[in-house]
């Protein structure tokens, strides 16, 4: 094989792996991005359930609300279900029972 057609191939070699690796970095950049925006949805969505139990609490509710991470963990998994394509009736009756379970526990002393 001839030394020109060696480095035209090496140039080539280097260009395709660049890239690859180019859209290989943009594809985890981007479901990194959407994950994070998911997650900070979730939280966003947790303090304002966790402010309406305040505000309900308040006004005749329940007397015992339960601490916020409670609420934020009940969406980030709710969030994770739609992210992952697995909501359904049966993931979502688990899900309840999951926090249930968490909201039926004595409170700490």
Not at 17 to 39: C, K, N, P, W, Y
Not at 49 to 57: G, M, Q, S, T, V
Not at 76 to 100: A, P, T
Request: charged share 20%.
């Amino acid at each position: 094989m001839a030394p020109e057609y060696i480095s035209l191939l090496s140039a080539l070699a280097g260009a395709l792996i660049g890239g690859l690796a180019s859209v290989g970095g943009i594809f985890i950049s981007g479901r990194l991005e959407s994950r994070r925006q998911l997650t900070r949805l979730a939280y966003e969505a947790g303090q304002a359930d966790f402010k309406l139990a305040l505000e309900n609490a308040g006004n005749g509710g329940p007397r015992r609300v339960m601490p916020l991470t409670s609420f934020i963990y009940f969406h980030v998994k709710y969030m994770q279900l739609i992210e992952g394509g697995s909501l359904s009736k049966e993931s979502l009756e688990k899900l309840r029972k999951e926090v249930d379970a968490l909201w039926s526990m004595p409170p700490r002393q």
